[in-house]
């Protein structure tokens, strides 16, 4: 029986979720989790020119490129949608690594900000899903950010100081939770991706399944 549940699961609409957060929420921790959990779900990887962080790894966190390098893929139109960041880096999400993932019906998760998502629900605002976080308070997103030890106290200064120019895009979000740790809001956000993956619409196998218990009916194959 679980087969047909499968089945179904193969033949969908693939869905794009867009996760947004102040930095220090705890995004990336909680996207790792997801991904770790559902193999159905792939991790859109973004080119960026910010330099490499300690423990990033390239073709993994991000694709890091030089600003040169990152001008010939705008040239190319090889983004899907492309940002200056407040923070100096340029980023941008490559069509051909999201349609290698929706091309077999596999979901994909973006790590980007809101510019970007405006972006993404304009090129498809039916397939687009997205996610803002926000911290349980202030004083706890500079304790995270500091317990990161991966910025310099100049660079987490600059990252609070836009925590609330960020922070005022909550009201463009589908969907918006509270992070108090990340068990919960990884177990919130699974909530969320499996009630978008069952929608009616995302899920085209259903005519032929349906179809198969009407034959079911017509053929008395119930008696
Ligand atoms: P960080 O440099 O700390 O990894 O990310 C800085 C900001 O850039 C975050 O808000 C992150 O979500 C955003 N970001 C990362 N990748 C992309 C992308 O491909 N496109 C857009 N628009 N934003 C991104």
């Known amino acids: 029986?679980?087969?047909?549940?499968?089945?179904?699961?193969?033949?969908?609409?693939?869905?794009?979720?867009?996760?947004?957060?102040?930095?220090?929420?705890?995004?990336?921790?909680?996207?790792?989790?997801l991904l770790a959990e559902d193999k159905n779900l792939k991790f859109s990887v973004s080119v960026t020119t910010r330099a490499r962080r300690e423990g990033e790894v390239d073709g993994v966190d991000y694709i890091y490129v030089t600003d040169e390098q990152y001008d010939?893929?705008?040239?190319?139109?090889?983004?899907?949608e492309a940002v200056d960041s407040l923070y100096g880096g340029r980023y941008g999400t490559l069509r051909s690594e999201v349609d290698s993932f929706l091309n077999v019906g596999q979901d994909v998760v973006f790590d980007m900000d809101w510019l970007g998502m405006e972006q993404m629900k304009k090129k498809a605002p039916n397939d687009v899903v997205s996610i803002y976080m926000l911290p349980p308070s202030i004083k706890e997103l500079r304790r995270r950010l500091e317990g990161r030890h991966t910025d310099s106290?100049?660079?987490?200064?600059?990252?609070m100081s836009v925590v609330l120019e960020k922070m005022a895009h909550w009201t463009e979000y589908d969907y918006v939770i509270v992070c108090l740790n990340p068990e919960q809001a990884t177990e919130t956000i699974r909530k969320i991706i499996t009630a978008e993956r069952l929608k009616r619409v995302r899920q085209t196998g259903l005519k032929a399944f349906t179809q198969s218990l009407i034959d079911e009916v017509k053929n008395g194959e119930h008696a």
């Open 72 to 80: 010939k893929l705008l040239a190319e139109d090889a983004f899907y």
């Open 1 to 33: 029986m679980t087969d047909i549940l499968e089945q179904l699961n193969k033949v969908r609409r693939g869905v794009m979720f867009v996760i947004e957060a102040p930095s220090g929420t705890g995004k990336t921790t909680i996207i790792k989790k």
């Open 153 to 159: 106290i100049e660079k987490i200064n600059k990252r």
